[in-house]
Every structure is written in structure tokens, then in C-alpha cells.
């Protein structure tokens, strides 16, 4: 069974303890990972090391002694399975000193590549396998290459299968194993209720998009601007925001700055670093817009994921305007389940105005079938399985 390692730092799998006192939601993209092994009447084997926080930076958890770096990581972590309503009964801690060859360990990129990697290079070794999700790879992304290349027994994995993607080859070109595809779920309230012939033939626009000229600390994001040009991850969402009071006649724009960018009171503007937009995303009852539409575009990542929005929309019964290259691997295809465009908004105004009624009813129908078949928490699970086997796990 893979060990879980640090998963009360971020809120990839649960929520965790910084969130409850930020009165943030946790999107929580993978927590059908824990109730479904959970589900398998096994321990949730989870490892602890007392190397990240869930509150504290790393340029200032790093620093502390051992000793009270361990305290707060239990503390954190006991917090964690409290909020996560999860029995200590049915976790089991692995110790570092423990982990062997016969071990394979899951960790998410986001905060688990980065920080004082050399304390964990001994103990990771040891392993059979250390599987690295590469969500959020933009930010730090060489820092987080240059600590994963020390492993032997890595694996890299992600949303969508990126290996040609531009962005991940520059960084990762090192790497020669199978990439692995390790989705998110799509949770069962997102479900089509209105008939496609009785919605708005306008276009959804959602998500929310960096200014990362504004964000802080400014090296994070020196390699992302400088592989790409761009201010921003998602710059279709940009161009639809910035441009929208001249789109409403095709485009509903839901699309919101990641912060208050332009605060320029240093208590507010340090009151809004918490304060994002993730908040308005689900003060929206989203699943009621995507019922409104015909249409949904959820821009991707130029560094080659899907939102998780995207398939949400498509659960709905709207018919997704996406880039292909960002689907690679999921068994969802152009002209079979979406409609693509070519990441610009030109491209997305020129799919709207030629896309025929009765072709997108059909793949609409299509791509919701499609999701709720494939992405629902038991298959996206089975599908976990089946890609982690391929590093010798049963």
C-alpha cells in the first residue's frame, strides 16, 4: 500500500489546519484517495517527518531544532486527522527510520519538492519508489527539478500526461521513466439537470488567473515567466477578464483575479494574500451556472494540466471548449467529447461561432457520459492503481 507523506501541509487530500483558521475551503482535487483506501479496511499508512509545516514557511521551519520541529509537525498533523474526521485507529505512522525497499511513498510537488531537500534524500532512497504529483509544478520548478533528479527510484506524475508538453521538458528533461496519470475525481454533485436545448447559448467562462509580476516571493516564479513570456498560468482566462465587457454577447465571464492585486494599503494587501479568490469560486453554486450553458471553457495551464473545472463542466452537461494537448492520457478526445481551440481567444470566438447546435448537443451528451464513467471516485482510484502498479505495487 503507497505511504501518504505529508498530507496535512497542503489541501491536496484533506483540509488542512491553516485553512480552518483562514476560513478557506479546500478544494481537495485527490481526497477520494483517502476514503477509498480507507474503504479497503487497511491503515492509511502516512509518513510525518517533521520537515514541512503547515503554517510555517519552510525558510523559517527549516531553521528550528528537531526537537520542536517534530512537536509541531505532530501537533499539525493530529489537528489534520481531527478536521479530516479520520480515528487514529485507522492510521498508521510510518517512521523514517522504517521505510525499505518494499515501500512506496506518494508526495505532491507543491510544497514536498522544495525546502531543505538533502535531509530527505536518505530515507527516500531507501524506498522502492517515491512518486512526485506534479501539481502546481510551475512554481519553484527548478528548484523542485533539481531536488528530483537526486532520487534514482523517482516516478513523475500528474493530472494529464505532459511529457510533450514545452514547459515540463525544459525543466524535466531528465527524466526518462513512464510519466504517470494520476487524475482528480469528479464528486457526484456535479450532475446535468437542465436539457441542452434549454439553456443560454452563451459561453461560461470560469477560474481565476496570477498577476505573478505581483506575487511574492518573486524568485518562485523566475522560471516560469522566463520559459514562457506570460504574467500568468492560465492566460486564456486573462484574455477573457480583460476583455469581457466587449464578450457578452457570446461569453458569461466568472473568470476573477487570484488576489486584490491592486491594494495598495501593505495591511490590506497582506490581509488578501489569504484572502483569494477561491473563495468567490465556491460562494457561486457552480454547478447551477453549469447547468445555465451550452458552452463552458475553463483555460488551461500553459504548462500543460487540465482544471479541474473543465470535466466538472462537462459532469454538467456543457459542452467543454478545451485545448487538446492538455487531455493527453485521459481517454478524452477533440471532436468526440469536446471542441478545441487552440488556447487563444480569437481560437475560442471562432470555435463559438461555427459549432452547430446538433453536433454540440451530441458531444455534449458525449463528454458527460464520459466523465461520469471514467472520473467518478471508485474509477479514478481503480485507474490510481492500475498507473502505480507500474512502480511494483499491488
Known amino acids: 500500500?503507497?505511504?501518504?507523506?505529508?498530507?496535512?501541509?497542503?489541501?491536496?487530500?484533506?483540509?488542512?489546519?491553516?485553512?480552518?483558521?483562514?476560513?478557506?475551503?479546500?478544494?481537495?482535487?485527490?481526497?477520494?484517495?483517502?476514503?477509498?483506501?480507507?474503504?479497503?479496511?487497511?491503515?492509511?499508512?502516512?509518513?510525518?517527518?517533521?520537515?514541512?509545516?503547515?503554517?510555517?514557511?519552510?525558510?523559517?521551519?527549516?531553521?528550528?531544532?528537531?526537537?520542536?520541529?517534530?512537536?509541531?509537525?505532530?501537533?499539525?498533523?493530529?489537528?489534520?486527522?481531527?478536521?479530516?474526521?479520520?480515528?487514529?485507529?485507522?492510521?498508521?505512522?510510518?517512521?523514517?527510520?522504517?521505510?525499505?525497499?518494499?515501500?512506496?511513498?506518494?508526495?505532491?510537488?507543491?510544497k514536498a519538492a522544495c525546502g531543505n531537500f538533502e535531509r530527505r534524500l536518505a530515507y527516500f532512497r531507501r524506498c522502492r519508489a517515491v512518486v512526485f504529483h506534479l501539481s502546481h509544478y510551475f512554481v519553484a520548478t527548478r528548484e523542485k527539478s533539481d531536488n528530483l533528479r537526486r532520487l534514482h527510484n523517482v516516478f513523475l506524475a500528474g493530472d494529464t500526461d505532459i511529457s510533450d508538453n514545452f514547459y515540463f521538458n525544459r525543466h524535466f528533461g531528465w527524466y526518462q521513466r513512464p510519466f504517470l496519470v494520476l487524475p482528480f475525481a469528479v464528486a457526484p454533485r456535479f450532475s446535468c439537470r437542465i436539457p441542452y436545448a434549454e439553456r443560454d447559448a452563451k459561453c461560461l467562462a470560469t477560474g481565476s488567473f496570477h498577476d505573478l509580476t505581483r506575487e511574492e516571493p518573486v524568485h518562485k516564479y523566475v522560471d516560469y515567466i522566463t520559459s514562457s513570456g506570460l504574467s500568468t498560468y492560465h492566460p486564456l482566462r486573462k484574455a477573457i477578464f480583460d476583455a469581457h465587457k466587449t464578450l457578452t454577447d457570446r461569453i458569461v465571464c466568472r473568470i476573477s483575479p487570484f488576489r486584490d492585486y491592486d491594494n495598495i494599503n501593505l495591511v490590506r494587501r497582506f490581509i488578501s494574500h489569504f484572502n483569494?479568490?477561491?473563495?468567490?469560486?465556491?460562494?457561486?453554486?457552480?454547478?447551477?451556472?453549469?447547468?445555465?450553458?451550452?458552452?463552458?471553457?475553463?483555460?488551461?495551464?500553459?504548462?500543460?494540466?487540465?482544471?479541474?473545472?473543465?470535466?466538472?463542466?462537462?459532469?454538467?452537461?456543457?459542452?467543454?471548449?478545451?485545448?487538446?494537448?492538455?487531455?493527453?492520457?485521459?481517454?478524452?478526445?477533440?471532436?468526440?467529447?469536446?471542441?478545441?481551440?487552440?488556447g487563444t481567444l480569437a481560437g475560442l470566438l471562432k470555435v463559438l461561432s461555427k459549432i452547430e447546435f446538433d453536433k454540440a448537443r451530441a458531444l455534449a451528451e458525449a463528454g458527460r457520459h464520459e466523465v461520469a464513467s471514467r472520473f467518478s471516485s471508485k474509477s479514478v482510484y481503480r485507474r490510481w492503481l492500475d498507473e502505480l502498479s507500474k512502480v511494483g505495487l499491488s
Open 276 to 342: 483569494i479568490s477561491q473563495k468567490n469560486y465556491f460562494a457561486q453554486d457552480i454547478v447551477s451556472l453549469y447547468n445555465q450553458y451550452r458552452y463552458a471553457v475553463v483555460g488551461e495551464e500553459w504548462s500543460g494540466f487540465p482544471a479541474l473545472g473543465a470535466l466538472e463542466a462537462m459532469a454538467c452537461g456543457a459542452l467543454l471548449i478545451g485545448h487538446p494537448n492538455c487531455f493527453n492520457g485521459l481517454d478524452i478526445f477533440p471532436d468526440e467529447h469536446f471542441v478545441a481551440h487552440d
Open 1 to 110: 500500500m503507497v505511504i501518504l507523506y505529508n498530507p496535512h501541509i497542503d489541501d491536496f487530500l484533506g483540509e488542512p489546519p491553516h485553512f480552518r483558521i483562514l476560513h478557506r475551503r479546500p478544494l481537495k482535487k485527490y481526497g477520494f484517495l483517502i476514503s477509498e483506501m480507507l474503504a479497503g479496511q487497511e491503515p492509511l499508512r502516512i509518513l510525518f517527518d517533521a520537515e514541512l509545516s503547515a503554517f510555517l514557511p519552510n525558510s523559517v521551519f527549516s531553521r528550528l531544532p528537531r526537537l520542536m520541529r517534530r512537536l509541531i509537525a505532530t501537533v499539525e498533523f493530529n489537528v489534520w486527522c481531527k478536521l479530516n474526521r479520520l480515528s487514529r485507529a485507522k492510521v498508521e505512522c510510518v517512521s523514517t527510520e522504517h521505510l525499505s525497499g518494499d515501500d512506496t511513498v506518494l508526495a505532491f510537488s507543491y
